[in-house]
C-alpha cells in the first residue's frame, strides 16, 4: 500500500514536467531558401522582441544589407535614440550552407574578434513575403525575433496574419513591440 502512494506521489510530482516537456515546441523551421541578393536593401522594423542592445531605441529601427565582393553581407543597423540623435551599429553576416541557405550569422564585434564563435549571433529567416516584401527573422532558441519589411508599415491584416502564424511555431506575439517610425509620429 505504501509503494502505491509512494507511486502516485511520484507521478504527481512528474506529471507537471511531462506536459512541460511535451510542450516545448518543435525546433525551429527556417524558409526553404533565401535569394541573398533579392534580400539586399533596406528593411524597417515593425516589431520585436525586447532586446538587450535596441534598449536604447525609441524608433526609427532599420537594417541596410549590402553584398560584398567576398559574398558576406555588410549589416547596418540604425535607430533613433531618446535625445533625438541617430544610432548606428555596423555589422558582418555570413551564410551558413549554400548560397541559398535561409541560414545566417551575423557580429557587430570588431573584425579581429571574428575568429570567437561567441561574437556571432544566429539569424534565421524563418518567414519571408513571396515579393520579399516582409520578412520574420529569429534564431534556433525563439529568443529574439524581428518582424521587418521594406516600407515602414504593414497593413493590419498582413500583422495579423504574421502574429497568428508566430504562434503557430512557438511564439509568443503578445511579447512583440512595435517598431516606431517616422510615419508614426
Known amino acids: 500500500m505504501k509503494r502505491r502512494h509512494l507511486l502516485a506521489a511520484a507521478l504527481c510530482l512528474l506529471a507537471p ?10 525546433p525551429l523551421a527556417t524558409i526553404e531558401s533565401l535569394d541573398v ?22 524608433g526609427d529601427s532599420s537594417a541596410d544589407y549590402q553584398l560584398q ?7 547596418t543597423n540604425r535607430c533613433r535614440l531618446a535625445d533625438g540623435s541617430l544610432n548606428e551599429a555596423i555589422g558582418q553576416a555570413r551564410q ?8 545566417l550569422e551575423v557580429r557587430f564585434a570588431p573584425a ?12 534565421w529567416v524563418v518567414e519571408i513575403d ?4 516582409w520578412v520574420v527573422v529569429s534564431e534556433p532558441s525563439r529568443r529574439f525575433l524581428w518582424v521587418l519589411a521594406r516600407t515602414p508599415t504593414l497593413d493590419a491584416r498582413t500583422e495579423g496574419d504574421i502574429r497568428t ?3 503557430a511555431r512557438g511564439f509568443d506575439p503578445e511579447k512583440l513591440v512595435s517598431g516606431r517610425q517616422d510615419d508614426d509620429r
Open 17 to 26: 514536467l511531462a506536459a512541460s516537456a511535451g510542450d516545448a515546441p518543435a
Open 37 to 58: 541578393p533579392r534580400y539586399m536593401g533596406r528593411w524597417y522594423e515593425i516589431a520585436r522582441y525586447p532586446n538587450r542592445f535596441q534598449r536604447q531605441c525609441v
Open 69 to 75: 565582393p567576398d559574398n558576406t553581407v555588410r549589416v
Open 96 to 103: 551558413l550552407g549554400g548560397p541559398t541557405s535561409p541560414r
Open 112 to 123: 579581429w574578434l571574428s575568429f570567437i564563435p561567441a561574437v556571432w549571433g544566429d539569424y
Open 130 to 133: 513571396a515579393d520579399y516584401r
Open 165 to 167: 502564424r508566430l504562434v
